[in-house]
């Protein structure tokens, strides 16, 4: 085969690009996808080696949409990468420099007659301020050389986030400080109040600030674990030398500088090197703590920063906070306030007459019951506060319960409940429906709710064929008596009928 300087059209709107010989006996050949057709460039080195440059990510001359990260200044048509380019920009919060300045060269890459702008700057949103210019600089390469210029007067040393402070609830497993806990409920609540839940709510938010303290969550450190006084006194040394050797270019302060940097490095190696050691005997004397370690490796695996844009339920994306807030409530309301058809037939009897009395035990038992180290609602009371009040807090518990009983209504604090967005590791993180909205719910509300639960399962009698939502077992528990069935069937080699319904899946 004669070596070819055109390509050759392809079945299905393909194009192959190919490089032979008059005999026949080697080749290479590159087939093209429709949708990359736009070559910039072909190079045909031998009978096997050859290179095609693709015209790939162009964003466009204009904005089209891409408000904020395309500056309207830009070259050429927009293709898929480019537009996929865009999306990627809104999703993470950056703009694309190059379009926010007007210059009659905008070409980035050159080659075969073909011009393209396929070299971007990509920056964050609050740092464009910073940028003075940015322009392409021609060569005699096909590649032009883009430079960005950046004001650094107007540069600011960044200011970390403060810590969220939150109460150390754990402490309430100690004796003595449960003791004390107790003790101090007893005297902030009283009992012959009008809003006991209330009082009750101040009270333990208060007698838990004074006995167990407030603690500073950890800061954006990054993997710091291992810092300590000797490690920040070398670390401040070096950074005060290093200004020090800036302002006056000496051997001495340079050798200084050296020297106080050698020693920085040999003081952290050795922190972290206790640090692991230290990290290593508490996995030893308590072996749990690793499955906790790897727990929370995973979640940072798969946490996904997105939710910079999303996408509606007319397929538009928004941008502005106010409009992802609008989208966020349209889709909350839509799957939270959806309920399921009844034909109002039930088993049981209907029971008439005055509601029976909520008893001490019914309150303790759902209070054991509850799991501990669970997120709190917008009260910030949890299981823990409730638990170690002691008997004033089952008094309170009590009460409630029999307002609840009695129709008296939930208090104002329980109609309110902090939805959060968990994504499920899956699908377009534009979407809202690739995200598990869990409710963080009050304590006090989850143990009213187990009492009345515990009430319904003792009148109602549920069929054996029912999973969810039962003790002892899951709908996974049914997925496997399906497929063993379906295993047996097929080894029999007897055919099996799969009837499902709607509602109940």
Known sequence: MARSGCPIDWDQGKKLWWSGNEKGVGGVGVLVKEEL?????????????????LALGHVGKWMDGFDGVHGGHGFGERNVEGRMLLEFCDEKDLCVANTWFKKKRKVTFSAGGNQSEIDFVLVDKNSRKFLRDVKVIPG????????????????????????????????????????????????????????????????????????????????????????????????????????????????????????????????????????AEEELSKISENPNTVFRMVKTMRKEGRDVDGGRCMRGSDGRLNFSEKDRGSVWKEHMERIMNEENEWDQVTDAAMLEGPVERVSREEVV???????????????????EMITASGEMGITVMMKLCQDVMDGGGIPDDWKLSVVVPIYKGKGDVKSCGAYRGVKLL?????????????????????DQMQFGFMPGKGTIDAVIILRRWQEEYRDKEKKIVWSCIKEGW
């Open 365 to 383: 038992k759902a209070m054991q019951n509850m799991k501990t180290g669970k997120a709190t609602g917008l009260s910030e009371v949890s299981v």
């Open 140 to 275: 005699e390469l096909q590649h032009s050389l883009v430079v960005a210029d950046i004001d650094k007067k107007k540069l600011r040393k960044v200011v970390r986030r403060e810590a969220v402070e939150r109460r150390m609830v754990w402490k309430l497993k100690e004796e003595e400080a449960r003791a004390k806990f107790e003790e101090r409920v007893e005297e902030l609540v009283s009992e012959d109040t009008l809003d006991m839940g209330s009082c009750f709510k101040k009270g333990v938010l208060k007698a838990c600030e004074e006995v167990c303290g407030k603690k500073k969550g950890r800061r954006d450190r990054g993997d710091t674990w291992w810092w300590n006084e000797e490690v920040k006194e070398v670390i401040g040394k070096k950074k005060e030398a290093y200004k020090i050797w800036c302002k006056d270019r000496s051997e001495g302060n340079k050798t200084r500088y050296k020297s106080m940097k050698n020693r920085a490095k040999k003081v952290v190696a050795k922190a972290m090197r206790e640090g």
């Open 37 to 53: 057709l736009k070559v910039v460039e072909v190079q045909r080195r031998s009978d096997r080696v050859m290179s095609i440059v």
């Open 442 to 462: 009050e304590h006090a509300m989850k143990i009213v709710e187990r009492v009345l639960e515990k009430r319904i399962r003792n009148l109602v009698e549920v």
